[in-house]
């Protein structure tokens, strides 16, 4: 069975003006469709996550985002998501309290909302992060999350939004460079907006590895989208800093700069070496595919050996088990050259 990861933005999408112009305000009605939709294509999930899919990844941009649009913070309104949908009894549902925030202030995971959740403190130190008006950031590090905490399963994450800009540079930019998708994501994107919800082209499936150290990629990422930035633009950043109640100015758009042989080199440049190489997950589809050719072949040779010892004629029996010894040596030399490859490649990333 698959894992779905759900990624729902805020601002015009959960918090569309059907919550927001309403009297009542309850992100539960006002989100029946996308809801619906859920229900609907549950049972062929085994698991589903929710993550926060708006760019509200600090305190600042979420208490600053709820003041200018009158919606509230958008935190508790996406538990409530996942907490009526575990009512539904959706198979093992979560909410994820990753954050960006928790990797620019160098925090556990869920460190940042915890403290958001505690209400707003003139003396707290609220993590900064670096603005990414494009979400390419957000959802690199939410799928890597994803991939790393699921290493055995075939995941499909679905993104959604209720700006097509968002979602068209995301798709843009996924689909030239699916290697930085894991292979075992899925990435689906959603038209969202509280009226209806679609599919925003196809779905794009990833060719690469897991990145394990995806914190520092996501930094590399900002870097190199600031390169061309001034320099007291680029001081602004606070890559590794904290403010008090003050939103970062800075706004990024990574798919202008950013590919996968730059945060190489800026890896290589920097000595910024990845924490491990997890294991690659196994193509199901490849191994599936093997496994009925040796079942075939050897079915071959059985019959082949049967109807040999049976008497029949001798034509059948040759032919049953030159498919066999066939199928068989195919299968053989098709595992050689994959398992091949992947020890060259394994050893390859150690050097």
Request: net charge negative; hydrophobic share 35%; charged share 20%.
């Amino acid at each position: 069975m698959l894992t779905r990861i759900l990624s729902i933005d805020y601002d015009g999408c959960l918090a569309s003006p059907k919550f927001t112009n309403s009297s009542e305000k309850c992100i539960i009605k006002s989100n029946d469709i996308l809801l619906n939709y859920i229900l609907d294509s549950s049972d062929n999930f085994e698991q589903t996550t929710i993550f926060v899919g708006s760019n509200r990844q600090s305190f600042n941009i979420d208490f600053m985002n709820s003041f200018h649009h009158g919606n509230g913070s958008c935190f508790p309104q996406t538990k409530k998501i996942a907490d009526y949908l575990k009512e539904k009894d959706v198979k093992n549902i979560n909410f994820d309290n990753f954050l960006l925030a928790d990797i620019y202030g160098n925090l556990e995971f869920g460190e940042s909302l915890k403290l958001i959740e505690k209400g707003p403190d003139s003396e707290a130190q609220y993590s900064d992060w670096v603005f990414d008006d494009e979400k390419i950031t957000l959802t690199y590090a939410q799928i890597h999350k994803s991939a790393r905490d699921n290493l055995d399963k075939n995941i499909v994450y679905e993104f959604c939004d209720d700006r097509k800009d968002i979602l068209s540079n995301l798709h843009a930019f996924y689909s030239q460079y699916p290697d930085l998708l894991p292979k075992n994501v899925l990435l689906k994107l959603n038209f969202y907006n509280g009226e209806g919800i679609s599919q925003y082209e196809i779905d794009i499936k990833g060719i690469g590895n897991i990145d394990s150290d995806f914190r520092n990629t996501v930094k590399i990422m900002a870097v190199i989208s600031t390169e061309m930035f001034s320099e007291n633009k680029r001081f602004q950043m606070n890559i590794e800093g904290t403010s008090v109640y003050f939103m970062n100015p800075v706004k990024i758009h990574p798919s202008n700069d950013v590919t996968p042989d730059r945060i190489q080199k800026y890896r290589q440049e920097n000595n910024i070496a990845p924490e491990s190489i997890l294991p690659e997950v196994e193509d199901e589809t490849s191994n599936l595919i093997l496994g009925y050719m040796y079942n075939i072949g050897f079915s071959s040779l059985g019959l082949g050996i049967a109807a040999s010892l049976l008497g029949l004629e001798p034509t059948i029996s040759c032919l049953l088990l030159g498919i066999g010894s066939s199928i068989l040596l195919y299968g053989l030399i098709m595992d050689f050259i994959d398992n091949g490859f992947n020890f060259f490649n394994n050893n390859q990333l150690r050097l």
